[in-house]
């Protein structure tokens, strides 16, 4: 075979390769993604400030999970992505009395404070939602101006 029909077959099967979806490559749990289908209903104000930053969490980590960054960096973009929800819930504890002392982190038995569980809760959740998105190869939720549906 002369070598431009090789380089032309090579070309040829690495396209078609490459139009091959994630989950074919990789076998994804499709079993293990959220359901988007049914939309968020926005936050009431004072509502549970860990849930309304749950599903910002989530909504953002399966949005941004096809990136090729590292899970850590995508994490980290979608905590930041969920900063408002993250201060909102925040501000509901810095308003309770003893919410600026010290304590046990029921985790790590560390002293922490209250401000501090809330970042390290946001991070652990962002970097679970972004590799259970990969591993399940999950749909994004659907979007609309830039933003995925129900973070608001």
Not at 30 to 36: G, L, R, T
């Amino acid at each position: 075979m002369k070598p431009q029909a090789i380089a032309a077959a090579l070309g040829i099967a690495a396209l078609a390769l490459s139009g091959c979806s994630e989950s074919a490559r990789t076998g994804g749990n499709a079993k293990i993604c959220a359901d988007f289908k049914a939309r968020a209903a926005p936050a009431a104000p004072g509502a549970n400030g860990a849930a309304a930053l749950d599903e910002c969490l989530k909504r953002w980590a399966y949005s941004l999970a096809p990136s090729r960054d590292d899970a850590d960096v995508v994490a980290e973009a979608v905590r930041a992505a969920c900063g408002t929800q993250l201060s909102s819930w925040n501000q509901q504890i810095v308003s309770q009395p003893g919410a600026d002392g010290e304590a046990a982190s029921l985790l790590t038995g560390e002293p922490t404070t209250p401000l501090a569980e809330h970042n390290g809760y946001a991070a652990r959740r962002a970097l679970f939602y972004v590799v259970q998105a990969r591993a399940g190869s999950c749909p994004a939720p659907p979007a609309k101006d830039g933003l995925p549906e129900g973070v608001g």
